[in-house]
């Protein structure tokens, strides 16, 4: 239940790239699901994607697919979350957690370690 540590962040162009990494230590020592989540200024907090690590599935929120990918390397207990084509509106502070269980899901209150976030910004 070690807390995950998020890194990438950054300033980048619209339709541009950016590849947040959360570590989380411990993965390969057993199965559960690693979410990403994200908010802006005004909003409510977002799931944007999640993945179980017993297998690799995932599942994203509508406004992403096809431009987010989520991915995990359980023997480095580091899961990425690749972001391209980035929007304006994809600006937010961006969250890894750690739910302990085996399904996926993007309800936050799943999930019980959380780290400290880190910023996208997509402005020209």
């Known amino acids: 239940q070690a807390q995950p540590v998020e890194s990438g962040g950054g300033l980048v162009q619209p339709g541009g790239s950016l590849r947040l990494s959360c570590a989380a230590s411990?993965?390969?020592?057993?199965?559960?699901?690693i979410g990403w989540f994200r908010q802006a200024p005004g909003k409510e907090r977002e799931a944007v994607a999640c993945i179980r690590t017993k297998d690799g599935s995932t599942t994203y929120t509508y406004s992403v697919k096809g431009r987010f990918t989520i991915s995990r390397d359980v023997a480095n207990d580091t899961v990425y979350l690749e972001m391209n084509s980035l929007k304006p509106e994809d600006s937010a502070v961006y969250y890894c957690?750690?739910?302990?269980?085996?399904?996926?899901?993007?309800?936050?209150?799943?999930?019980?370690?959380w780290g400290q976030g880190t910023q996208v910004t997509v402005s020209s």
């Open positions: 411990g993965l390969a020592l057993g199965y559960y699901t």
């Open positions: 957690a750690i739910a302990r269980v085996t399904w996926l899901s993007l309800a936050a209150a799943e999930y019980s370690n």
